[in-house]
């Protein structure tokens, strides 16, 4: 366990489905991110949150909806998904904007 | 654009024998780079990091050297174990004043697989 939990571990959902993932971290970090990871790509960064803040939303599709109520706990929507959003998402804080990322599991979405 | 590139996809090694995964990256200004392991099922785990003011960082059995002139990044593990059997990501981000870094931009990735 590395501080950051991501549930659930594996969705599988319909394109017309509404869920949501959830990221916790119990570092005491003030920085959240998202990532996807699909196959045979590199991390692609979907949003940053400071201090609860978004700061950055990488030109993500509006079917992906983060929330970050608290510096704790970061959320993604997701909502009218396509197979192609199917990938890892992985959830990752540092405090500050440190290089000292702390990845989640990640969650392994199927969009059927 | 900036990017972070990896020359092979894939290495398999004999355990015990030293194995060496290579990284290219293409942003000049880039001045802090991370090696990180991800096992299956698993997120990316920091392994080792040096900045541009160094050219080669030890860790436990683990070494990363940067060429700053060709922009090369490399990550030697000695005396490579089955545990070591991962994907290996390179990263790079640049300092933005005190603590403060931009954001992290991750190589595609080397699956390394060690055979018994």
């Known amino acids: 366990e590395t501080g950051v939990t991501q549930t659930p571990r594996h969705l599988v959902m319909g394109m017309t489905n509404k869920k949501s993932l959830k990221c916790e971290q119990h570092?005491?970090?003030?920085?959240m991110y998202w990532y996807k990871q699909s196959a045979k790509k590199p991390l692609e960064l979907m949003f940053v949150?400071?201090?609860?803040?978004?700061?950055e939303n990488n030109s993500v599709p509006s079917r992906f909806s983060p929330e970050c109520p608290n510096s704790s706990h970061l959320f993604l929507h997701l909502h009218t998904l396509q197979p192609e959003d199917s990938a890892l998402y992985l959830c990752?804080?540092?405090?500050?904007?440190?290089?000292?990322?702390?990845f989640g599991s990640g969650t392994r979405l199927t969009v059927v | 654009g900036e990017s972070v590139g990896l020359h092979l996809p894939t290495l398999s090694v004999q355990e015990g024998d030293n194995s060496i995964i290579n990284c290219a990256y293409s942003?000049?200004?880039?001045?802090?780079f991370i090696w990180y392991k991800q096992e299956s099922g698993k997120g990316p785990q920091f392994i080792i990091d040096?900045?541009?003011?160094?050219d080669k960082r030890q860790g436990q059995r683990v070494t990363v050297l940067l060429n700053k002139t060709v922009k090369h990044l490399s990550l030697q593990i000695a005396a490579t174990q089955p545990g070591d059997s991962a994907v290996y990501f390179c990263?790079?981000?640049?300092?933005?004043?005190?603590?403060?870094?931009?954001?992290?931009?991750f190589g595609q990735g080397t699956i390394l697989t060690v055979h018994p």
């Open positions: 949150y400071n201090f609860k803040e978004q700061t």
């Open positions: 570092l005491g970090h003030n920085a």
């Open positions: 990263a790079e981000t640049k300092n933005a004043g005190g603590t403060s870094y931009g954001k992290l931009t």
């Open positions: 942003n000049s200004a880039s001045d802090y």
């Open positions: 040096i900045r541009s003011n160094m």
């Open positions: 990752a804080s540092s405090q500050d904007f440190s290089y000292g990322y702390t």
